[in-house]
T-cell receptor, first 114, second 113 residues
Framework: GAVVSQHPSWVICKSGTSVKIECRSL??????MFWYRQFPKQSLMLMAT?????????EQGVEKDKFLINHASLTLSTLTVTSAHPEDSSFYIC??????????FGPGTRLLVL | GENVEQHPSTLSVQEGDSAVIKCTYSDSASNYFPWYKQELGKRPQLIID?????GEKKDQRIAVTLNKTAKHFSLHITETQPEDSAVYFCAAQIKAAGNKLTFGGGTRVLVKP
């Protein structure tokens, strides 16, 4: 077990539009999920911590009004990139915390903003 | 905050040889150290982890060691195979800080047949 899904797997959008990415833990409940961004040939950078039923905690330098996070249930967190611009193009990966310790990652969403 | 350094950034080995990746961390409060393997365009996959109360852990061809005093931990892959080629990330986690993971910069491993 410990399967995490992410949808969509890739998305192309026009500059100025909003994009919503879903992250689901399929076989376990996750009170905490995390959102990362990964640029080509770089490491994963934590954007925010998503806690079920409460506001997300954002890392320094990440605009909370631009990257909206909602964790409405124990198996679903969503990340909405608002007014996307080409510099937001990246690989967005979520993870879900299982058993209070280990993070299991979703397959990622490749976002391309034209 | 926590800082994790990882070396080397690239590693090329001959099939059958061993590969060693080393990481250091800065915050002594870190208590959980997972290693992830990421193939191109795919998700990071947990391959092994170690907790701060353990010095060494082994799983078939993969082993991890942890030196809490020196604040460093290492991944050892023996009898490497071409399918071991990928990017490997070490990470450090502080449970008291909400279980946030801080990743190393990654090591691109190439196993030559």
């Amino acid at each position: 077990g410990a399967v995490v899904s992410q949808h969509p797997s890739w998305v192309i959008c026009k500059s100025g539009t909003s994009v919503k990415i879903e992250c689901r833990s399929l076989d376990f409940q996750a009170t905490t999920m995390f959102w990362y961004r990964q640029f080509p040939k770089q490491s994963l950078m934590l954007m925010a911590t998503s806690n079920e039923g409460s506001k997300a905690t954002y890392e320094q330098g990440v605009e909370k009004d631009k990257f909206l996070i909602n964790h409405a249930s124990l198996t679903l967190s969503t990340l909405t990139v608002t007014s996307a611009h080409p510099e937001d193009s990246s690989f967005y990966i979520c993870s879900a915390l299982r058993a209070g310790e280990t993070q299991y990652f979703g397959p990622g969403t490749r976002l391309l903003v034209l | 905050g926590e800082n994790v350094e990882q070396h080397p950034s690239t590693l090329s080995v001959q099939e059958g040889d061993s590969a060693v990746i080393k990481c250091t961390y800065s915050d002594s409060a870190s208590n959980y150290f997972p290693w992830y393997k990421q193939e191109l365009g795919k998700r990071p996959q947990l391959i092994i982890d170690i907790r701060s109360n353990v010095g060494e852990k082994k799983d078939q061809r993969i082993a991890v060691t942890l030196n809490k005093t020196a604040k460093h931990f290492s991944l050892h892959i023996t009898e490497t195979q071409p399918e071991d080629s990928a990017v490997y990330f070490c990470a450090a986690q502080i449970k008291a800080a909400g279980n946030k993971l801080t990743f190393g910069g990654g090591t691109r491993v190439l196993v030559k047949p």
